[in-house]
């Protein structure tokens, strides 16, 4: 049931000499706003430093910019991706009508979608390319408008419950928490309980979308199964992210900000590649 480096090592791969950034994966985020521009800046860094060959971003003047300066790297604007991160930083309540056209689109596009906080509110029944990623408060409300029971916090009834909402939703469920259970619609589930207690840190969530991202951009897909398992190496690479920046304060660990987690996902790739023998 643990997802392990093992496991992740069988779907991030170090490019070759046939890459070019495109063939690596173009993420896009629509994320951020003006109340909540930071969101977006930690997405688009945890995208590229999970390796996508490209980051595109689409959102208010004030978080470009901001991106902008963090990472001159990005390419604004939309353009063709192999996934979406979209919610991350946005607010269902104050959203724009635009906001959330723009989003529905998304939604409703063939290219899978990372649906995070703020887009959560537009997930609707049906069979998609999805990855929800809701921490409890988000998982609940989401389980009440689908017209789910109220579930406990034990690790088996959070299993159970992720299960559920991945089956009744059609879509990859991500719960997040100290273990964060993967369940796709088919049955099948996993968990990763690897992250250190400091990476309950604002922001948090905002670079785990950006890195999934970049996972399921690398090789897009729509199958649910594969999906999944793409999620859980994201959420892993996460995790050891988050494991590495905590770790680098001895003699037990300390204080992390989200940023530094983003910052530390190249670590958390090099040792997933590292652990694969090279082919001769
Ligand atoms: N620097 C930034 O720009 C940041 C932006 N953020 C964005 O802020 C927005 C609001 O996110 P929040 O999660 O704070 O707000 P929510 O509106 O999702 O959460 C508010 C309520 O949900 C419950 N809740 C929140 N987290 C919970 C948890 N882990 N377990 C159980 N219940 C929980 C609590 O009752 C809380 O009062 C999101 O769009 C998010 O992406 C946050 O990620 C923080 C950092
Ligand atoms: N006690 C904990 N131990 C380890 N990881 C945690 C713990 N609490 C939360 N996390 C992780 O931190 C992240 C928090 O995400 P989220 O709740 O969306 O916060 P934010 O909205 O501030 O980004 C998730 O990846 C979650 O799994």
């Given at each position: 049931?643990?997802?392990?480096?093992?496991?992740?090592a069988?779907?991030?791969?170090?490019?070759?000499?046939?890459?070019?950034?495109?063939?690596?994966?173009?993420?896009?985020?629509?994320?951020?706003?003006?109340?909540?521009?930071?969101?977006?800046?930690?997405?688009?860094?945890?995208?590229?430093?999970?390796?996508?060959?490209?980051?595109?971003?689409?959102?208010?003047?004030?978080?470009?910019?901001?991106?902008?300066?963090?990472?001159?790297?990005?390419?604004?604007?939309?353009?063709?991706?192999?996934?979406?991160?979209?919610?991350?930083?946005?607010?269902?309540?104050?959203?724009?009508?635009?906001?959330?056209?723009?989003?529905?689109?998304?939604?409703?596009?063939?290219?899978?979608?990372?649906?995070?906080?703020?887009?959560?509110?537009?997930?609707?029944?049906?069979?998609?390319?999805?990855?929800?990623?809701?921490?409890?408060?988000?998982?609940?409300?989401?389980?009440?408008?689908?017209?789910?029971?109220?579930?406990?916090?034990?690790?088996?009834?959070?299993?159970?419950?992720?299960?559920?909402?991945?089956?009744?939703?059609?879509?990859?469920?991500?719960?997040?928490?100290?273990?964060?259970?993967?369940?796709?619609?088919?049955?099948?589930?996993?968990?990763?309980?690897?992250?250190?207690?400091?990476?309950?840190?604002?922001?948090?969530?905002?670079?785990?979308?950006?890195?999934?991202?970049?996972?399921?951009?690398?090789?897009?897909?729509?199958?649910?199964?594969?999906?999944?398992?793409?999620?859980?190496?994201?959420?892993?690479?996460?995790?050891?992210?988050?494991?590495?920046?905590?770790?680098?304060?001895?003699?037990?660990?300390?204080?992390?900000?989200?940023?530094?987690?983003?910052?530390?996902?190249?670590?958390?790739?090099?040792?997933?590649v590292g652990s694969v023998p090279?082919?001769?």
């Amino acid at each position: 049931m643990e997802w392990t480096l093992a496991d992740t090592a069988a779907i991030v791969r170090s490019p070759d000499a046939s890459d070019d950034k495109y063939s690596r994966g173009v993420v896009g985020m629509r994320t951020g706003s003006d109340a909540y521009p930071g969101a977006a800046v930690l997405g688009v860094e945890a995208a590229w430093r999970a390796g996508a060959g490209m980051v595109r971003y689409v959102g208010p003047r004030r978080a470009e910019e901001l991106v902008l300066q963090r990472r001159p790297e990005t390419v604004l604007g939309t353009g063709r991706v192999q996934a979406w991160v979209v919610g991350s930083g946005m607010d269902a309540a104050t959203r724009t009508p635009e906001d959330t056209e723009a989003l529905r689109r998304i939604l409703a596009a063939d290219e899978p979608v990372v649906v995070d906080a703020g887009a959560l509110d537009l997930a609707e029944p049906g069979a998609h390319a999805w990855v929800v990623t809701p921490h409890a408060g988000e998982h609940a409300r989401l389980r009440a408008r689908l017209g789910l029971p109220e579930t406990g916090e034990a690790d088996d009834e959070r299993a159970a419950s992720a299960l559920e909402t991945a089956s009744v939703l059609g879509a990859v469920v991500v719960l997040k928490g100290a273990v964060t259970i993967v369940a796709e619609p088919g049955g099948w589930a996993t968990a990763i309980s690897i992250a250190p207690p400091w990476l309950a840190t604002a922001g948090a969530g905002d670079v785990l979308a950006g890195a999934i991202g970049a996972v399921v951009a690398g090789t897009p897909t729509a199958d649910p199964a594969v999906l999944a398992r793409r999620a859980a190496a994201g959420v892993w690479l996460h995790a050891q992210a988050a494991s590495v920046a905590a770790g680098a304060l001895p003699p037990r660990g300390g204080p992390i900000t989200a940023l530094e987690v983003a910052s530390c996902l190249p670590h958390a790739v090099a040792q997933v590649v590292g652990s694969v023998p090279r082919a001769e």
